[in-house]
């Protein structure tokens, strides 16, 4: 079951030689994450703000979905799977 | 694409995969279903069901709330795909294009090796879930008649005449007269519920009847429109693959929208009806048009429609112009009992229409549609607002693409309904 969350988190990313922002973990709620694949990513925008989002699984839960503000620079845990 | 939406919700999230997901709005006691794994469809579950009536069909359905926006990116990056195989892309539906290829088709081994290389990237670029079905063919409509009839990751042609080498092909090869012959009326792309109704009140059943009708009794029905399904009857289309960059956009500009809950009375409807009369003024400006027939439809809970347009003496890209000729017609009415869905849209479109007024309130107006367009360019939609809207909020709206009809995307990117 999805679970809406919109919490700010704190995420460590990488930069790929394509240009590509890769989070590669996050804290959420003192706990830290690792994400073992990025599923899907896509981007739109609010106002002048570019939003990209990353569909991802980490070893707790098989998908998490996380923004990426460009404006504010603030990375959001948007949702995640819970158990049903 | 095939099963668009739910390929999209399964390739975000692998608990959802191999399952039978059905994707819906956010109010998910009203939505129907937009979209349907194959999971789902070998249960019966199909397009436009309520998800009341898809769960009878198949009990462990699982009913994602549809993301529009991730829907366009993924379209932006597939159209890239096809547009660097030929720059005359015709792009129909937010899953749709239409691709000539006979000019570039040669250089990569012909159209059955164009189309698998095609299909290969698809996958490459949106992920390994993603398929399409590809019909090839002289003519527009007999391409998209290929495309439905094998899906999905389908591959069929459709030819006038079939040789020998043809059937050594790696695609399906139908001939013109085969595939029209095993299609029913209704599997024409042009041809729906009502023409086909219609036609089966003609005495006309089949694509074959059809064909045997003279083009003077189909023009004497159906107008300029007669001509096509003679033509089409008899395989031929002659309507080219209008390339998105020549196209003119915009016909019209709408939304629909079912109430979370039924409402009552129509100071239960203004509010709505004035944040949807904004929406569409926004994106008036913001592409540059301006309009003049204003069109309102309500449906209540038995389904049924009042509607009803008004044509201003005008053109305008001012909101507030739209909610009050949609707030004259309803002064026509009598309110409804109950209304579930509202449906509003402006059309008579003209582009880049400059009209200098000379009354002070006109150019005032102006001035300030101006400076809350750049604000709410800047900051997100409905920064500012008129403060009647301040409590006014939408749910997730998925689907209405082919309804507003907004078959370009401009740059590859496509205004999202809220």
Redesign the interface.
Known sequence: M?EQICEPVDVVVSFSVAGKIVPRKFRWRGRVYDILKI??R???R????VLQ?F?C?DQSS??R?ICFNNITNIWTLEET?TDP | MNSYFATCEQMSNPALRGKPIGVGGSNLERTVVTAASYEAKRFGVKVGMSIFEAKRFCPKLIVVVGDPEKYVDTTTKFLKVFQAYSPDLEIFSIDEAFLDVTRTHERFGGPVALAKIIKNEIRKELGELFTISVGISYNKTLAKLAASKMKPDGLVWIKRQITEEDRRSAAKIMATKQALAESRLIDICGIGSRIERALLNMGVTSLDALARMTPERLRKRFGLYGIFLYNIAHGEDPSPVVPYWLEDPYRSMGHHYTIPKDIHSREELEPLLLKFSEKIGRRLRAHGYRGRTIHLLLRNSDLLDLSQQQTLSEDTDDGYEIYKAAGRILDQWVFPESVRMLGISCSHLVKNYQQLSLLNDALKRTKVLEAMDQVNDRYGEFTVMRARLLKTKLKVHVGGFVEDRAKTFKQFGVTIKK
Not at chain 1, 46 to 49: L, S
């Open positions: 999805i599923h899907q896509h981007e739109t609010d106002g002048k703000a989002f569909h699984t098989p998908y979905k799977e």
